[in-house]
């Protein structure tokens, strides 16, 4: 079977569709990639309101209302329950929308963050998804995914134990190419899942 965008969006959605696997990603706020993320928003201050594509539950949304209690929060998120779970705990609106697709306008938010969501993408998908975040016009984009070509890994459609399938892209060719410039780019060591690198990226 040909791995594409739309195997890899039903897979996740599929297997994230109760409660207990909402509940466990929701309380999973103590991860490593999460750290680095809060870290890489201490970089990109001030700002008033940030999105996260690809939530899932919520737990990183959960980190930042925690951090930034007056920041404004968004994000959007494909499965329904991962969905709702973020939308109720956090009483903000979730966009059920799919990557590359983007319900995100002009100028709503100053920081877009995405975070082992574009590593479900092929390629085409993930510079159609990165030219459509630049033309929300944001201040800032923090982007935490697999990369290969990072301390040996390599580049394509990976498995992760056998059983996850997912892209690792070359970020610091794919972001230029689809009109960000990189500001800090460092590694994620140990790798958390395969998570190896966190960027943040302006708009060119």
């Not at 569709?17 to 201490?42: F, I, V, Y």
Request: hydrophobic share 45%.
């Amino acid at each position: 079977m040909t791995v594409t965008t739309a195997t890899l969006r039903d897979w996740w959605c599929d297997t994230h569709a109760t409660e207990a696997t909402a509940a466990q990603m929701w309380h999973s706020t103590d991860g490593r990639q999460r750290e680095h993320a809060l870290m890489a928003t201490e970089l990109v201050k001030p700002f008033t309101s940030l999105y996260e594509v690809g939530c899932g539950s919520g737990p990183n949304l959960r980190l930042l209302r925690e951090r930034y209690p007056t920041v404004r929060l968004g994000g959007s998120e494909p499965g329904e329950t991962m969905a709702q779970w973020a939308a109720d705990r956090l009483q903000i609106h979730i966009d059920r929308v799919p990557l590359p697709e983007l319900a995100i306008k002009h100028k709503d938010w100053d920081v877009i963050l995405a975070m082992y969501v574009l590593a479900y993408l092929d390629e085409e998908d993930v510079i159609l998804a990165l030219r459509r975040m630049r033309d929300a016009a944001p201040r800032a984009l923090i982007l935490a995914e697999p990369t290969g070509g990072v301390l040996g890994s390599p580049y394509g459609l990976a498995s992760r134990n056998g059983a996850l399938p997912e892209w690792y892209h070359d970020y610091a060719r794919l972001l230029p190419a689809s009109g960000w410039a990189i500001q800090w780019r460092w590694l994620v060591m140990p790798p958390v899942d395969g998570l190896n690198v966190l960027t943040i990226a302006v708009p060119i």
